[in-house]
């Protein structure tokens, strides 16, 4: 093997090691004792299978199980909210006739450069000002969950990937399906849909990993423990329990399973959805 190339190698098993790491520690310090996480020389690999971690998370105080409810459906109504709009809308930025296509969806891309910063405060004032049932929106769980979700149902970027996926369909088979007597909605669900399964995939995964790691959000609107999501909850451990940082690692845990996962069996689909809707 030429020396070049084992030095690639090494770089890249060095840079593979630095990635894996740091999460392959937060799962061994998980079910590692109290005394094995604070012994020095660290260990590396856990001895047992220590469960005190995971049930001290759940005795802590902090509502653990509720707030990873919460997480779950949050960033389910969020994916599927983001991925029936943007279908519809790139559905009609391709497929539909209309004056201004062009500069409508210059427009929408303008909205992908406006910071998520610069409009925090404004979309705090507004929701926090409407009301459910005569009593301030966020004050009962349904309205919480609501205000968790409203600023996020459509996004520009799922826009456009699903725009230039739908670029290359090939208008000979809208204009057969057309004669065919299929309208709009028969075309997209039987014929558009199916075959265009990775980026509407690629999409719902990016929607999903975004609307999981939310933080500074729903620690705005959630005014109550019960009410806040898993993110939340993982720095309320380190709060309270700032002296056993197995709690901390059995949380983190929980936290990444989903994101994990995630990644593990939906990469490929990443990956072609992402090439799919760059050649165009």
Known sequence: MRPG???TYAVLI???IAVI????????GSIMSPGQISSYPPDLFPHGLFTGNYKGTASSGTPIGQQYLNSILQTSIITLSQLITSVLAAYAFVFMKMWGRAALFGLFL???MVPWESIVLPNYLTITSWSLGGERLTASYAGTMIALVLPFLANAFGVFLLRQSFLQFPLEL???ATIDGAGHWRFLRRILLPLNKPALTA??????LSAWNQFFWPLL???SASRRTFQIGISQLNDAEAADPGLILAGVTLSILPTLAIVVFGQRFIVRGLT???IR
């Open 110 to 112: 303008a909205t992908l």
């Open 5 to 7: 190339r084992i030095i």
């Open 21 to 28: 790491f740091p999460v392959y520690y937060v799962v061994a």
């Open 203 to 208: 999409v719902g995964l990016y929607v999903f």
């Open 14 to 16: 060095l840079a593979a």
């Open 174 to 176: 809208r204009d057969a």
């Open 221 to 223: 609107i959630g005014d």
């Open 276 to 278: 799919a809707g760059a």
